[in-house]
């Protein structure tokens, strides 16, 4: 056996599903017989913001609070599933008289407000395709995706407009329309958010939009290039509904919260969809972390499903498991972390302070769902990541030089890999098919994840088998971060890794050499944080930067960040045979 795959442990009432799910079907039957549960458009159509939204209403459901908002000066409003329905009708009215069709991307680039919710469902009722942008980056990771996604609408607030696209409009020809969530449309080309919905109606016949079609856009790094665009379609939600009912076990009533911010794919996935196609209470804080808000927003909003990142339970385990003592959690019936490693002591400690130990689940931008997980109901391996999903076949496999793959035994440590055919797998990268094309080898999506499985297919997560790094649970290529600083004129070449820290994961770090005239100093090393704090935004600027006179190269010129990193960690610089060999950059 060198691969995993887990049967047989549906809920005892799916029989459509547990019909599938014998030991000779296919992984195709399965996922039909989750498609068979979705209701559809006519003519075999799908479309993801019907299934999240409209059938609820369709089916008596309409007064159940979708979304309970929590403002971050303590606001707190509901939007019914009846509400919701609406103004995303209205969105999806706007979009076309602005004459958005099929297939144009329509980008939001604000916090967790109720206008992001709504341009999110409308958009993939208009047809549309969603493109999420994070609200903490700065003006270029901005004009990058905004450019690279060829956005026609934009989502946003006054200030985040005024701050970080106002000036830069001359560079995005395809950016037809802003929409303003607070303010009115004060030049050509920005708008009133409010008063172009206020002017719909709220009635709104879903164009056709089949399985196939694009339905979100999800912007991810590598470690070369600027950043991926990732595409998912609207059969995504087949994946996305399935996972949250086997690993979450949501059902009707629940109230349900995940702390991920929609500008990345966990708050759209899992912060948006999966929780309104189970048709429960989604509650959405905008505030940032503060772990006696979060105690007091698990006990007020009695939480019955939590889905959280390891470096938000780190922080909370900073104050010790007394604070979350003085809180009723007993609501709270299943915890969950996703995004980084999360250790046997950070799912302990949920047992402990909240009364629920947490799950760890694995996935990717690519991925667009869950694929393995600690489920629940099954025995939890505190440690590891879990075992794949009914439907979803996983191994840990070595790349051949030939371009295929040999699968490895249990315990060997190699790449993880998922066989393709689940329906939220992305279907390309925007306008690059050869960087696509690399992500697979012999009918396997290549994770560029490093694991190891054991003998009763839990798998163990090791690390990355590129340069991107993980900082507060957010995924960051070197690429961009090196890119801004080599703006700078004093700056000749800089290297990116990540720096271990005891609660974000890894801290972005850069090394840079200087060109010849310049000197290192207290004032340039100043200057050039901040220059890369203005360009990039606190998300993703670097906080440690150190002068170094040469990066290590291979003979090709690229940056060996390895070396970087184990100089940084004070480990020996490696063989330097290392040097000439040049690493073939995956997917
Ligand atoms: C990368 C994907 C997290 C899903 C949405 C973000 C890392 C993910 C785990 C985990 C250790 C994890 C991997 C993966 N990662 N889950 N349970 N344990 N590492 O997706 O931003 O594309 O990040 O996050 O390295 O490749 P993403």
Redesign the pocket.
Known sequence: MSETTTRGELEPDESTLNRANDATAHADSFWAAARSELEGLPGGGLNIACEAVDRHVRAGRGATVALRWRGKNGERRDFSYAELASLSNRFAHTLHQLGISKGDRVCTLAGRIPELYIAALGTLKAGAVFCPLFSAFGPEPVRVRLSKSRARVLVTTALLYQRKVRAQRVDLPDLAHVLLTDSGGAEPGVHSFHALLDAESDAFTLPFTAPEDWALLHF?SGTTGTPKGAIHVHEAIVAHRLSARLVFALRPGDVYWCTADPG???GVSYGIIAPLAHGVTLVVDEADFDAGRWYALLEQERVNVWYTAPTAIRMLMKGGTEPARGYDLSALRFAA??????NPEGVRWGQEALGQPFH???????TGAILIANRHGQELRPGS?GRPLPGITTAIVRRRPDGGIDRLDAGEEGELAVRVGWPSLFRGYLDDAERYQACFADGWYL???LATRDVEGYYW?LG?DDDVI?SAG??IGPFEVESALLQHPAVAEAGMIGKPDPFAGNIVKVFVALKPGYVASAALHKELLGFARTRLGPAVAPRELEFIADLPKTRSGKIMRRLLRNRELGLPLGDLAVLDTDVTPTC
């Open positions: 991810t990345w794919v966990t972390s996703v995004g980084e490693p999360l760890d689940t694995w996935w990717q931008t690519e990541m994770s560029g994840d997560f990355r993980k957010h995924l």
